[in-house]
């Protein structure tokens, strides 16, 4: 059973709008997450992280939402540029331990 | 620093070869994870060695899996006898500390059974 879920496999965002990323998890016990990104061809890359003890972090662009009642997270991107373009990763660690990752939302953001 | 290293890219293969894959972490990394990805379970972690030493095996998926590191600059994941479900990306990262919001990916090598 999955324990990070991406349930959007794909999302379209206009050049310059707000893309927003969703991911929920099943286990309480996660209390770090992080979003990974990756382009074709390559590895994921680390975008942006969040402690459970956060509700809100924020890295230019980039704003990753913690909501933990709902065990629920978003990544927003604004404004989205196209070189965003790529599959986002959802991930979540139990103690700064190992990663369970979700299936990837690839972002398609058009000129 | 040339990041983590895998080899080879892309893999073609007959059902009930043996695939070897392998991978070179970044030096001074202590921690080495092993990841396969699929469009049906996404990225999931197989297989992670501390010091050369194998942690947690569980997400191995069968017998038919094994890994190896037998220096701190190599790792090998093997696959015999391969079937077409074993297609898959697998990715090698690499971490200082088991620190978790600094794994590097190596570029993957892309598995194909036939």
């Known amino acids: 059973d999955q324990q990070v879920k991406q349930n959007s496999p794909s999302l379209s965002v206009q050049e310059g709008r707000i893309s927003i990323l969703n991911c929920d998890y099943t286990n309480s016990m996660f209390d770090y997450f992080l979003w990974y990104k990756k382009y074709p061809a390559e590895g994921p890359t680390f975008l942006i992280s969040?402690?459970?003890?956060?509700d809100k972090n924020e890295d230019g662009r980039f704003t990753v939402f913690l909501n933990k009642s709902a065990k629920h997270l978003s990544l927003h991107i604004v404004p989205s540029q196209p070189g965003d373009s790529a599959v986002y990763f959802c991930?979540?660690?139990?103690?700064?331990?190992?990663?369970?990752f979700g299936k990837g939302t690839m972002l398609l953001v058009s000129p | 620093d040339a990041g983590v290293i895998q080899s080879p890219r892309h893999e073609v293969t007959e059902m009930g070869q043996e695939v070897t894959l392998r991978c070179k972490p970044i030096?001074?990394?202590?921690?080495l994870f092993w990841y396969r990805q699929t469009m049906m379970r996404g990225l999931e972690l197989l297989i992670y060695f501390n010091n050369n030493v194998p942690i947690d095996d569980s997400g191995m998926p069968e017998d038919r899996f094994s890994a190896k590191m037998p220096n701190a600059s190599f790792s090998t994941l093997k696959i015999q006898p391969s079937e077409p479900r074993d297609s898959a990306v697998y990715f090698c990262a690499s971490t200082v500390g088991s620190n978790v919001d600094t794994q590097y990916f190596g570029p993957g090598t892309r598995l194909t059974v036939l």
């Open positions: 030096s001074g990394h202590d921690y």
């Open positions: 969040i402690s459970s003890i956060k």
């Open positions: 991930a979540a660690s139990e103690g700064y331990s190992t990663l369970t």
